[in-house]
């Protein structure tokens, strides 16, 4: 990496994916390239206060090898999961967060800390637009994007713009596919997210387990030095073909694909992107196998939508988070245009 | 009604909602006014062509009393059940409609037949378009409509425009709310039209009775001189309590609950309107019930949308069908202004 000049550095953009194990911090240039990347651990005791001073830390961690201070970026975004006002910088509430109850104004909290403007926007809202913007949604004016890991995430761009509707637009994973069926983690039933979440399968492959059904899952685990069912657990179990993985992977498919070709047949949207840590850690073959299982319920199936795998990956995230910042920035790359 | 002078004439439209039974008409002003109304069946032999003639003669009763030809309409649009292609004109599908099977260019027939531009849109979306424009969603720049009748459709309304996907976007009766439940008309399994349609309700009772279930529907069906459970018959042994009627209907209820806050959940919209045949007839009770069974399953439950009973009534297809006529004529009174 060179060292760039200083008035190019006025338009990286900061971005960091805050997640319920892990932050994932970028650094982007204004094509939208990635510049310098680092991960870590997202404090579990402490609360607010901790994760606040744990994204500075990641800002300080990404920067660094740019040979830059955080302060020398045009804007920080941060995608956080759980409902977010976008407009005050609050995170609302956000279960997956260890210690996080009520509302907090993270975006100020932050900004304070590092002196650099923060933008907050939705964990998978902002991915999405990611792979709107730069990845493998970028041949379409309209797409439904759906993040399969631990809970079941999405995003919508409609005429080229995100769709929030009043600011919580895309909760596909709390659509119901089974009028009182399975109990969600969000205290409702029937829920998209009860069949398919990888949180919800790992308690219905403990509750297997417990009945004394065979399964290698867990061993899989141990094996993998991992405290709970992994998206790569899950993928080495499938690879395996244990009994139990491979059932619960069809069951969450076959609701996945109810519960998309549902909101296909409201929207009518040109393209899926399926991301999310599950959906990119089992890659092609299931999204292939989402395509047929989603047929059966379109409601136009002569012209089913595209499908595609996200294009960034494990990056998405932050990379859309980074891209919350732009109004801080001069212009990136206009949308549709290739990364440099 | 006084004669209006000749330059007036110019910028009325007329509006044909097409359904499987009967054709409403109505003459519009520039205000969104209705100037004249009339009804006429729907003939049941002789496909498209016959349905054409029965159009155009529904122009000619429509624009009698206003002592005018069809030809004297600025433009006229046709609210057909079906898929639609509206750039070309053309019904793609049709399966309500009594002998009509494949595309047919239904515009083009009906300008050939009565000198005026012929603009055809789908018959849920324009209603829901009305509604928005100049009944009960004038207030909202996003909303969803459902219509509930002999099927389960809807339209979109998102950032003051119509959203229509590739064209067939808002088909809410075919989301999944049960899978792998009720067979649906469509073919498929477990849409919530399988449940609420008052189609599929009328198969459920006639099976009920079949088998002995105690009901008056079918009484009540024979006192009113009809052939079919239409939604006045509904209402009637409702009021009468019968016991079969409270429970489809409540199962219904139940259903499009869950069925529009999962399509809420996705959208996020400001507000949702029902209309449809069995909607405008149960009113405002029904609604009271629907927003109460809605919010279990809401993902912001104290956020929930405002929900209305559509506001123009049996009309707002029609209505919406001479909207479509618009770009034909001068600009009518701005969206969200009260009608004249």
């Not at 990641?58 to 040979?67: F, G, H, I, M, R």
């Not at 993928?235 to 069809?250: C, E």
């Not at 073959?285 to 319920?297: E, I």
């Given at each position: 990496?060179?060292?760039?000049?200083?008035?190019?550095?006025?338009?990286?953009?900061?971005?960091l994916d805050l997640g319920g194990t892990k932050?994932?911090?970028?650094?982007?240039?204004?094509?939208?390239?990635?510049?310098?990347?680092?991960?870590?651990?997202?404090?579990?005791?402490?609360?607010?206060?901790?994760?606040?001073?744990?994204?500075?830390?990641?800002?300080?961690?990404?920067?660094?090898?740019?040979?830059?201070?955080?302060?020398?970026?045009?804007?920080?975004?941060?995608?956080?999961?759980?409902?977010?006002?976008?407009?005050?910088?609050?995170?609302?509430?956000?279960?997956?967060?260890?210690?996080?109850?009520?509302?907090?104004?993270?975006?100020?909290?932050?900004?304070?800390?590092?002196?650099?403007?923060?933008?907050?926007?939705?964990?998978?809202?902002?991915?999405?637009?990611?792979?709107?913007?730069?990845?493998?949604?970028?041949?379409?004016?309209?797409?439904l994007g759906v993040w399969w890991g631990t809970?079941?995430?999405?995003?919508?761009?409609?005429?080229?713009?995100?769709?929030?509707?009043?600011?919580?637009?895309?909760?596909?994973?709390?659509?119901?596919?089974?009028?009182?069926?399975?109990?969600?983690?969000?205290?409702?039933?029937?829920?998209?997210?009860?069949?398919?979440?990888?949180?919800?399968?790992?308690?219905?492959?403990?509750?297997?387990?417990?009945?004394?059904?065979?399964?290698?899952?867990?061993?899989?685990?141990?094996?993998?030095?991992?405290?709970?069912?992994?998206?790569?657990?899950?993928?080495?179990?499938?690879?395996?073909?244990?009994?139990?993985?491979?059932?619960?992977?069809?069951?969450?498919?076959?609701?996945?694909?109810?519960?998309?070709?549902?909101?296909?047949?409201?929207?009518?949207?040109?393209?899926?992107?399926?991301?999310?840590?599950?959906?990119?850690?089992?890659?092609?073959?299931?999204?292939?196998?989402?395509?047929?299982?989603?047929?059966?319920?379109?409601?136009?199936?002569?012209?089913?939508?595209?499908?595609?795998?996200?294009?960034?990956?494990?990056?998405?995230?932050?990379?859309?988070?980074?891209?919350?910042?732009?109004?801080?920035?001069?212009?990136?790359?206009?949308?549709?245009?290739?990364?440099?």
């Amino acid at each position: 990496m060179t060292r760039r000049p200083k008035e190019d550095r006025k338009r990286l953009l900061g971005g960091l994916d805050l997640g319920g194990t892990k932050i994932q911090a970028v650094v982007l240039d204004e094509h939208g390239t990635v510049l310098s990347q680092t991960r870590r651990a997202t404090p579990q005791e402490g609360g607010p206060p901790a994760i606040v001073e744990a994204l500075a830390a990641a800002l300080q961690d990404v920067t660094q090898p740019l040979e830059l201070e955080p302060s020398a970026l045009t804007g920080v975004g941060v995608g956080a999961p759980g409902a977010v006002n976008a407009a005050t910088g609050t995170l609302l509430q956000a279960g997956n967060l260890p210690g996080w109850s009520g509302p907090y104004a993270l975006a100020e909290a932050l900004t304070k800390r590092t002196q650099v403007p923060v933008y907050l926007g939705n964990d998978v809202q902002v991915a999405v637009a990611a792979e709107a913007r730069l990845g493998a949604g970028r041949a379409y004016r309209s797409l439904l994007g759906v993040w399969w890991g631990t809970g079941v995430g999405g995003g919508i761009l409609l005429d080229g713009q995100r769709w929030l509707g009043r600011g919580a637009a895309g909760e596909i994973g709390h659509t119901v596919v089974r009028r009182g069926g399975a109990r969600c983690s969000c205290g409702r039933r029937g829920c998209l997210e009860a069949y398919a979440g990888r949180g919800a399968m790992e308690r219905k492959a403990r509750k297997a387990l417990e009945r004394g059904e065979k399964t290698r899952l867990f061993d899989t685990m141990a094996e993998e030095g991992k405290d709970r069912l992994t998206s790569g657990v899950w993928l080495k179990a499938l690879k395996k073909g244990d009994p139990l993985a491979v059932k619960l992977i069809d069951r969450a498919l076959r609701m996945l694909g109810a519960g998309i070709a549902s909101a296909v047949n409201l929207l009518d949207v040109e393209a899926v992107i399926l991301g999310g840590g599950l959906g990119t850690r089992l890659g092609q073959p299931y999204v292939d196998q989402l395509r047929v299982l989603m047929k059966p319920h379109l409601f136009v199936p002569q012209r089913p939508p595209d499908l595609h795998l996200a294009g960034l990956g494990e990056l998405s995230g932050a990379i859309g988070a980074a891209l919350l910042a732009e109004p801080a920035a001069e212009v990136l790359a206009p949308r549709g245009a290739p990364p440099a």
